[in-house]
C-alpha cells in the first residue's frame, strides 16, 4: 500500500515541477497519435476488462458489506445506513480504480520513454536503472529485473484473460441458455484466441488501434444506455458526490497501519494493487510506444488524471445505478447473483437486455483481443532482448502461454487462483517501481540541466 | 549532463540475444519465463488440484 502511494506522490511532483516541461524525445518531437487514439489505447490497455467486470460488481459488493458494517467492510462499513453505505462503497471502489493505479503505469511509461527517446537508450525496463547501477543493467542484474517483470506480465495479464472468459461466459448463458462449463469456456478462449492471432498479425496500427477506438465507442455507448434508461439526474449528480467522498475518504482508504478493516483491506485493496502492479510493465512498455513527443506533464496528466475521470464516469454509472436498483427493493436480485452475472443482471432490469447484454459481451470480447495482443507484444519485446522484428511464431508463442496460463487458473482454481498469480508476481515488482523512480528523477534531473 | 548521462553505454544491451531455432530470443530472459509459463500451465494439466492449491492465496472465497 505504501508502494502505491510513493508512486502517487512521485507522479504529482514531478508533474507540477519544472521537469513536467521536458518534451518526451526533444523539443522538437511530435506525438505520432491524436489525442483521441493515444487516449483510446491508454484506456483500453489499461483496464478494460476489469472495470467492464468489476463495474457493477465491487460497488454492490462494498454497499452490501458496508450495510452490514465489520472487518469486510471498507473502513468498517455504516452499518443500517444507505447513504452513509452508499458513500463508502463508491468512495472505495473508486480509490480502487482510480489515480494509484494510474500512478503506477505512468511511473513505468515515463522511466521507458525518458531512457528510450531522451537518452536512446532500449525500450526495456532495465534502462531506467541505468543512472544507479551504470552499464550492469545490461548484465545478469538486468536480466534478473526482466524476467520479474515478464513473469508480473504473464500471470498479470492471465488474471484479466480468466476475468474477461469468465464474464463474457456468464453473459453467454444470460442471453443464449448456453451452461458455462470448462469445455465451453475453452471454446470461448479458443474463438478469441483465433482473433488476437489475426490483430498481433496486423500489428499496433492495424489491430489494437483500429479495435481499441472501436471499443471506447461500443462503452461510451453503453454507458450512454445505463445513464439515460437509469435515474439519470441522480447519476450526474452523483459523479460530482463520488469524487467528494473518494477525496474526503483517501487518506483513511489509503492509509497501510492500524486498519480495522482488514477483510476489505486483504480481498480487494492489497489483491487489485498489486494486480496493477503486475501490469505497469506491459502498460508502462504500451504507454511509452505510443508516447513519444508528448511533454512529461502531458503524459502524467493524460496517464494519470484523465483515465481516472472516465474510470470514475464508469464506477458512478454502472455502480450508484445497481445501488440505487438494491434500495428500491433489488426486484432483479442483483445483490445476490454472482461477480461475473451482476452486470447482465442490471442490464437485465433496464429496456432492451437482450441487446445491451449482447453489446456488453462484444466489449468484453473486444477489451479481451485487445489487451491479449498488446500484452503478447510487451511480452514478445522484453524477452528478445528489445526486438521488435520476431517472427510471427515467436508471437504466437506467448499469446498461447499467457492464454494457457489464464485458462488453467481460471478452471482449477477460479477468481482466487487468478488473484493470487497476480499478487505473488506484482508485489515483488513493487520494489523495483520505486527503485525506478530514483533512476526516473534522476534521468529527468540531468535532462533539465542540460536545457 | 550528469555524469551517467555523458557517457552512455548500451553496446551490453541485446548482446546476448541469439537466432535459437528461428526464434530471436534474449535466452537468459525467454528460457526462464517460457520454461516456467510451460510448467504452470503442465502442472495445470496433471495435477489440477494442486495447481489450484499454489495459486489459493487465502481460504476466503470471493466468487
Not at chain 1, 525518458?114 to 543512472?131: I, K, N, T
Not at chain 1, 511509452?288 to 454509472?317: D, K, N, Q
Not at chain 1, 485487445?370 to 520476431?390: A, C, E, K, N, P
Amino acid at each position: 500500500m505504501s508502494t502505491g502511494n510513493l508512486l502517487l506522490i512521485f507522479c504529482v511532483v514531478v508533474a507540477v515541477s519544472p521537469l513536467g516541461r521536458i518534451r518526451l524525445g526533444g523539443k522538437d518531437a511530435r506525438p505520432d497519435y491524436s489525442r483521441l487514439s493515444w487516449f483510446s489505447m491508454l484506456f483500453g490497455a489499461g483496464m478494460g476488462i476489469g472495470l467492464v467486470f468489476y463495474g457493477v460488481s465491487e460497488p454492490v459488493s462494498h454497499f452490501t458489506t458496508s450495510m452490514a458494517g465489520g472487518a469486510a467492510a471498507p473502513l468498517s462499513g455504516a452499518a443500517d445506513d444507505a447513504a452513509g453505505a452508499r458513500d463508502l462503497a463508491m468512495a472505495a471502489t473508486i480509490f480502487d480504480w482510480a489515480l494509484h493505479p494510474w500512478a503506477m503505469f505512468a511511473v513505468t511509461g515515463l522511466a521507458l520513454a525518458v531512457f528510450a527517446y531522451d537518452f536512446g537508450m532500449p525500450l526495456s525496463m532495465r534502462s531506467a536503472f541505468y543512472p544507479i547501477f551504470g552499464k550492469a543493467v545490461w548484465g545478469r542484474l538486468g536480466d534478473g529485473i526482466e524476467v520479474l517483470a515478464v513473469f508480473a506480465t504473464i500471470f498479470g495479464l492471465a488474471t484479466s484473460l480468466g476475468l474477461g472468459a469468465q464474464q463474457a461466459m456468464a453473459g453467454i448463458t444470460f442471453l443464449y441458455q448456453i451452461s458455462s462449463s470448462p469445455a465451453s469456456i475453452l471454446g470461448l478462449i479458443a474463438i478469441m484466441a483465433g482473433i488476437t492471432f489475426l490483430s498481433v498479425r496486423g500489428g499496433i496500427d492495424r489491430g489494437i488501434r483500429i479495435l481499441s477506438e472501436l471499443n471506447m465507442l461500443v462503452a461510451l455507448g453503453l454507458l450512454i444506455f445505463v445513464l439515460v434508461t437509469g435515474p439519470m439526474r441522480e447519476l450526474l449528480a452523483d459523479l460530482v458526490r463520488n469524487i467528494w467522498v473518494y477525496l474526503q475518504n483517501l487518506p483513511a482508504l489509503a492509509n497501510p497501519v492500524g486498519r480495522e478493516d482488514t477483510g476489505f483491506y486483504r480481498d480487494w485493496s492489497v489483491y487489485y494493487w498489486a494486480w496493477w502492479i503486475s501490469w505497469a510493465p506491459f502498460v508502462g512498455m504500451f504507454m511509452a510506444r505510443i508516447s513519444l513527443g508528448r511533454t512529461v506533464r502531458e503524459f502524467i496528466a493524460g496517464a494519470m488524471i484523465a483515465p481516472s475521470l472516465l474510470g470514475i464516469l464508469w464506477l458512478t454509472i454502472f455502480g450508484d445505478a445497481s445501488i440505487a436498483h438494491i434500495v428500491a427493493g433489488d426486484s432483479a436480485g442483483l445483490a445476490k447473483a454472482t461477480l461475473d452475472q451482476q452486470l447482465f443482471v442490471l442490464l437485465g432490469a433496464l429496456p432492451w437486455p437482450q441487446f445491451t447484454s449482447f453489446i456488453a459481451i462484444c466489449l468484453i470480447l473486444i477489451f479481451f483481443v485487445t489487451g491479449w495482443d498488446s500484452g503478447t507484444l510487451v511480452i514478445d519485446t522484453m524477452t528478445s532482448g528489445g526486438r521488435t522484428d520476431t517472427p510471427l511464431r515467436q508471437k504466437a508463442f506467448w499469446l498461447f502461454a499467457v492464454g494457457g496460463i489464464g485458462v488453467m487458473l481460471l478452471l482449477t482454481g477460479g477468481l482466487t487462483s487468478l488473484q493470487a498469480g497476480s499478487i505473488a508476481t506484482g508485489l515483488p515488482l513493487g520494489l523495483v517501481l520505486l527503485l525506478m523512480c530514483w533512476g526516473t528523477l534522476k534521468g529527468l534531473l540531468a535532462l533539465h540541466k542540460a536545457i | 549532463m550528469a555524469d551517467w548521462s555523458t557517457d552512455i553505454d548500451t553496446k551490453g544491451y541485446g548482446g546476448s540475444s541469439r537466432n535459437f531455432a528461428g526464434l530471436l530470443i534474449d535466452p537468459l530472459v525467454f528460457f526462464p519465463t517460457a520454461i516456467l509459463s510451460l510448467l504452470v500451465i503442465a502442472y495445470s494439466l496433471i495435477d489440477p488440484e494442486g495447481i489450484g492449491g499454489a495459486f489459493l492465496w487465502h481460504p476466503q472465497v470471493r466468487d
